[in-house]
């Protein structure tokens, strides 16, 4: 079991998501960062379904009760265990009783909490996402109880990997989506030749642009869209859903980013600089 003494800014349970209600209109959910999820599961010998914690700009103080092995990934915070430091991509042990307390964001916005087994509250769907109307919450509150599962017999083969960071990468790779072929030459030549900065409406559900292409008049039926859509607003407004984000959409699709490309984003905050590189 964890104990969240003090819960940070955001901090959610959060797996790869639930990928078979689409069609109901339920979104993805789960982690908006897989690179670094990916890693921290793996150091610790996890499945790379299994469920960590999503922790967003502020980072929570805890307390685990029971022994576990843990890593932390994603975004660089400052953190210490029992009061003192500890770093990123290196496996810990833990004992009953120990405090994780999270202090500086110094670089990224989103970190990473995995331990081994995963944290496992209730799983609804197939998936123990966080998204409130399947799962009733947004977000952990302090005194909140995550359960997690811990193979006693486990002992770690690594215990560290040095890891090519991404958090300072601008570059977003894209692909054409659906609507690409609507974009004139004048607003492609501005959407791969300028950099953009993230406005202030950025969250889980969608990151939005500060910078506008051309407007336009096209009409379309409301279509089925993916996390890394990209559509375009008739003001010319760019929105780039994330994995809260709405199943279908009515602005024209006009690109779709590669899986790495979400991850960057998902460690950007507002009036960082991105640019688009068609694949």
Known sequence: ??????????????????????????????????LSVFKANTLLENEITDGVLEITMTGPTLLFEEETYMVMSGAEMTATLN???????????????????????EEGFRSYLAVK??????????????????????????????????NKIFKPKISEIKVDSFLGETVLEVYR?????????????????KDFTVAKENNRMAYQLNEKLDSHTVSMLTSATLPGTVQLTPAGKLIILMKDGQTTGGYPRILQLSDRAISILAQKREGATISFKLL
Not at 2 to 22: A, E, M, N, P
Not at 183 to 190: A, E, G, R, Y
């Open 177 to 193: 989506a659906p609507e690409f072929d609507m974009l004139t030459d004048s607003q492609l030549t501005v959407l791969f030749s």
């Open 83 to 105: 009061n003192q430091p500890i770093k990123n991509y290196k496996v810990y042990q833990i004992d009953v009783g120990d405090i994780l307390s999270y202090g500086k964001l």
């Open 117 to 150: 087994g995963g944290f496992e509250p209730k799983r609804i769907y197939d998936s123990v996402s966080f998204y409130k109307p399947i799962s009733f919450a947004n977000r952990l509150m302090d005194g909140d109880i995550v359960p997690f599962h811990y």
């Open 1 to 34: 079991m964890l104990k969240v003494l003090k819960s940070g800014f955001y901090t959610s349970v959060q797996d790869l998501g639930r990928f078979h209600l689409r069609n109901k209109g339920v979104p993805v959910s789960g982690v908006m960062d897989e």
